[in-house]
């Protein structure tokens, strides 16, 4: 996961609370991406920034937003979490046009 | 549609055998069929990627093979290792508008016994 960092390893949430998820990158690819992984159901995207500047939905949004901070950074966000957003989030990198995808080490969350 | 099915959920091989893991897709938009490897608490990483107009691609002790008018493909490790132990999920990409996507299917968790 060398190139990929992502705060914080860890977190338990109370349904409602807010929190953001930070992933920052030092391989200076085009591309991130934010994935979350739940037991059984692959890994499916939240959200994507194709460049810095640019962001789009990807297949599961509801919920989330995100913020392209600088070509390094690019954050997650759960304004209002509940219990369904339990799962492990993973930020990606990856060059343009390419296929292969840089993934950081994951941000396990827990809501109650 | 950019469902990708991958088949089966878990594998169990014994050391030396072949582990073989099947992918399905719909979308022939897709460009790239990449297969991702996951240990426990890492993130997934690259293993090996084919093109669609390439039947077949070896690496090492990990195959690829395509066939483009199933809309199949598969992984196949050649005498499996305790440490190829991980899950598995093979991966589609799209393109449009300037931007990639991968949609990756659900995953094989292979167990390699010895």
Known sequence: NAGVTQTPKFQVLKTGQSMTLQCAQDMNHNSMYWYRQDPGMGLRLIYYSASEGTTDKGEVPNGYNVSRLNKREFSLRLESAAPSQTSVYFCAISPWSSYEQYFGPGTRLTVT | ?114
Not at chain 2, 82 to 104: E, H, V, W
């Open chain 2, 1 to 114: 549609q950019q469902q990708v099915k991958q088949s089966p959920q878990s594998l169990i091989v014994q050391k030396g055998g072949i582990s073989i893991i099947n992918c399905a897709y719909e979308n022939t938009a897709f460009d790239y069929f990449p297969w991702y490897q996951q240990f426990p608490g890492k993130g997934p990483a690259l293993l090996i990627a084919i093109r669609p107009d390439v039947s077949e691609k070896k690496e090492g002790r990990f195959t690829i093979s395509f066939n483009k008018s199933a809309k199949q493909f598969s992984l196949h490790i050649m005498d499996s290792q305790p440490g190829d132990s991980a899950t598995y999920f093979c991966a589609a990409r799209i393109s449009g508008a300037g931007s990639y996507q991968l949609t990756f299917g659900k995953g094989t968790k292979l167990s390699v016994i010895p």
